[in-house]
């Protein structure tokens, strides 16, 4: 049993297999209808345990579609309509679900709700999204720029804006597959320090390191791959000072051409247009964020796998 909680979870050899097993599966299943089965219907009867304390589209659709197309089934569970919104604790949660169901991903909080599930659970458990990290997302991201043709060892990456848990799992991947990361963000806002301090000890005396930056042009000069995400995170009030403190970081089309002229731009989403970033560059020749968004799909299949020992 293997539970998904971070990238270094599976390290860097179980993240390589599982974006080349997402990469040849995907090209395996290319004909087929979204509702068709794989082949190999690797997860024929098992069943995922979807536990949402914060709302979504990607991760709701693209577990439950990875699900299905692995041949298993997948139950939605919302906090708020079950026990867990009347007190009863997340241990016996995972206890229960544990008899019910073959795995469990929770989408929730507190880092240490997840933490916690897997502790008490006796099947494989899956951070759909956490305040501190959201590695699920960051294996797509990785897929979709190594479909780019861009091989992970020695790319520049450069993000702009908010320091959050996307940020964290970035930072993490950056560690792992040796490349650099210039993180640009305005004081006040930075990425937890213990992550890069990891990060930076894994690269060692390679060429890449992890920096933060204060200045928007500098960190995107050259880049091989432009990254933002949304400024208000789920729950936060949509603050002004915030928003102020973030715009010198906005990804307009002057700032993607100090990038490197074939850099691409990704954004998890969803996307606040104006804000982060501006219409031009997401629907813009360099944005990859619909492939990006499909590549949750292939990459959580594959994540899956994972956990039931199939794959790395």
């Not at 026990?83 to 989408?107: F, K, P």
């Not at 950056?174 to 992550?195: N, T």
Request: hydrophobic share 45%; net charge negative.
């Amino acid at each position: 049993m293997r539970n998904f909680l971070n990238l270094s979870d599976a390290g860097g050899d179980g993240v390589a297999a599982i974006l080349a097993d997402a990469l040849d599966r995907k090209v395996a299943r290319a004909s087929l209808p979204k509702g068709a089965v794989d082949s190999d219907a690797p997860l024929a009867g098992h069943t995922l345990a979807m536990v949402f304390e914060k709302s979504s589209t990607r991760t709701r659709v693209s577990f439950d579609m990875a699900m299905r197309q692995l041949g298993g089934s997948a139950l939605v569970l919302d906090a708020a309509s079950t026990q867990l919104g009347r007190g009863e604790t997340v241990a016996d949660t995972a206890r229960v679900l544990s008899g019910y169901c073959d795995a469990i991903m929770v989408r929730t909080d507190d880092h240490a709700k997840v933490e916690e599930m897997a502790h008490y659970a006796s099947v494989p458990v899956i951070n759909g999204l956490t305040d501190a990290s959201h590695p699920c997302q960051i294996v797509a991201d990785l897929m979709t720029v190594m479909e780019a043709g861009k091989p992970l060892p020695g790319l520049e990456w450069a993000w702009l804006g908010d320091g959050n848990n996307v940020l964290h799992s970035i930072i993490e991947a950056a560690g792992l597959f040796k490349f650099s990361l210039r993180i640009g963000c305005p004081e006040g806002y930075d990425p937890e320090r213990r992550w890069i301090d990891e990060a930076n000890t894994r690269l060692g005396d390679t060429n890449a390191r992890i920096t933060v930056e204060r200045e928007a042009n500098g960190v995107i000069a050259d880049a091989d791959v432009v990254v933002t995400d949304t400024w208000i995170s789920m729950g936060q009030a949509h603050a002004g000072e915030k928003l102020a403190a973030m715009m010198p970081y906005q990804v307009t089309e002057a700032l993607m051409q100090r990038a490197k002229s074939d850099a691409v731009f990704l954004h998890c989403l969803p996307a606040h247009r104006g804000e982060e970033v501006v219409a031009k560059v997401i629907d813009g020749p360099q944005s990859l964020i619909w492939p990006e968004a499909e590549n949750r799909l292939h990459a959580q299949k594959s994540v899956l796998r994972w956990c039931f020992g199939q794959i790395g």
